[in-house]
């Protein structure tokens, strides 16, 4: 296992890329687009489609470069670009322009993403430790989701919005410099640089496909970000049209949101082990779409802060749990090319909504609109029960390392002293 020193140092770096990441996704462009610009669904949906694009592409790209390089430079380096395009975000005072600058910022966010989800199997060589470190990594991007928006509330409320991009850019310093210092093991691969990228990113699709587990749990990390999808373009006239409250209630809730999902994490080593499991991820995968039922079911922001804790409270389990599932039946030298081929499934999940959410918002209302697609996941998630019992009986088979055993030898907490 890495020393704990440079452990520390990714979980402070993916807490203060991330706080500033958030801060300027939820008030710098969606708030914007929405209370600045005076977007309409369609011109959100747009934006979001753009951005959805950019960050597959980008996502992509990463996974080569991460099994190329390692996690280590990919990361620095995208949070160097990373920071000149949230300056360049300033200066988008049309939506064109913000859509172009958020694309640019949406592919070279992608990799920061898609590095920070291959990091934990260069840190460790024990599987049994994949669970203690991903933990640590999921519990500082959540905690930066609770922090992230609320900071940018106060940012909204108090200066202007581009300000936020400001923040964002001096975070994402910070975190390149943090990771910087930190030392991983090489690629294990040693011929990296002899074979084609393209080769390589089909090497990447073959095992994200042809292993029967990974394929599952990409399906089931897609199935999450379907219930997202319709959000992207409608959440901020949610609460603009619907609820009736300013920019900065989009922070507040997000805010609440991270929070949730904190303690969803933390309870994931307190849970029964036949939720540790991929039946376990098919059933908190039902669970995220009555989750999002509850967030935007009625226009009371008492009982939509409930809802948005008690969805956050769900894939605050589910997203370690199926990160350290992939993480333990995909082989090591594809990492960050299966981590890579999740994020694309993840924004592909976002687009599907996108082409239609403007739609039927029209015709059936906003919030209507956002409780169908959340009952559709819910749906989907509960018809694949019988292929996630499928995928356990398999791993227990070939003798894969149990997750709740993992999760019981990975309990002790990491001292940030160290």
Not at 100 to 119: C, E, H, M, R
Request: charged letters at 15%; aromatic letters at 10%.
């Amino acid at each position: 296992m890495a020393p704990r020193k440079d452990i520390i140092r990714l979980i402070i770096a993916r807490f203060t890329s991330r706080v500033g990441s958030e801060a300027a996704f939820f008030i710098g462009v969606w708030g914007k687009a929405a209370y600045v610009l005076n977007a309409t669904a369609y011109e959100l949906a747009i934006l979001m489609f753009c951005l959805s694009v950019a960050s597959i592409l980008g996502s992509t790209a990463a996974g080569v470069l991460i099994d190329r390089y390692g996690p280590r430079k990919v990361l620095v380096f995208a949070e160097m670009g990373f920071v000149v395009a949230a300056m360049a975000m300033i200066l988008a005072d049309t939506l064109p322009l913000l859509v172009i600058v958020a694309s640019v910022w949406g592919f070279l966010g992608a990799p920061v993403v898609t590095s920070a989800a291959s990091f934990a199997p260069h840190l460790v060589t024990d599987a049994s430790q994949l669970t203690k470190v991903n933990s640590w990594i999921e519990g500082s991007a959540s905690l930066a989701f609770a922090v992230g928006p609320a900071l940018g509330a106060l940012i909204a409320r108090y200066a202007h919005v581009n300000w936020i991009f400001v923040l964002d850019a001096i975070t994402s310093l910070v975190a390149a410099g943090l990771v910087w210092q930190i030392s991983v093991q090489p690629p294990a691969r040693q011929d990296l640089h002899e074979t084609h990228a393209l080769s390589e990113l089909r090497d990447g699709l073959k095992a994200a496909y042809g292993l029967r587990p990974v394929r599952y749990y990409l399906l089931m990390g897609s199935l999450v970000w379907l219930s997202f999808g319709a959000f992207g373009a409608l959440e901020p006239l949610f609460f603009r049209d619907v609820v009736g409250t300013g920019v900065e209630t989009i922070g507040w809730m997000n805010s609440v949101f991270g929070v949730g999902f904190i303690l969803g994490a933390w309870m994931l080593p307190r849970l029964p082990k036949r939720v540790l499991s991929a039946r376990g991820l098919a059933i908190l995968g039902t669970f995220v779409g009555v989750g999002a039922i509850l967030y935007v079911g009625w226009t009371d922001l008492r009982i939509i802060a409930f809802g948005a804790f008690v969805w956050a409270f769900v894939i605050g389990i589910l997203e370690p749990l199926l990160r350290t599932l992939m993480h333990r039946d995909t082989p090591r030298e594809l990492v960050g090319r299966v981590m890579g081929t999740s994020e694309v499934h993840r924004r592909g999940g976002e687009l599907i909504p996108l082409a239609i959410a403007p739609a039927l918002a029209g015709a059936i209302g906003v919030q209507q609109t956002l409780m169908g697609f959340a009952v559709l996941a819910s749906l989907i998630a509960a018809a694949s029960l019988f292929e996630a019992r499928a995928i356990d009986l398999e791993a227990h088979s070939r003798g894969a390392i149990p997750v709740p055993e993992t999760i019981r030898m990975a309990e002790e907490p990491i001292s940030p002293n160290l």
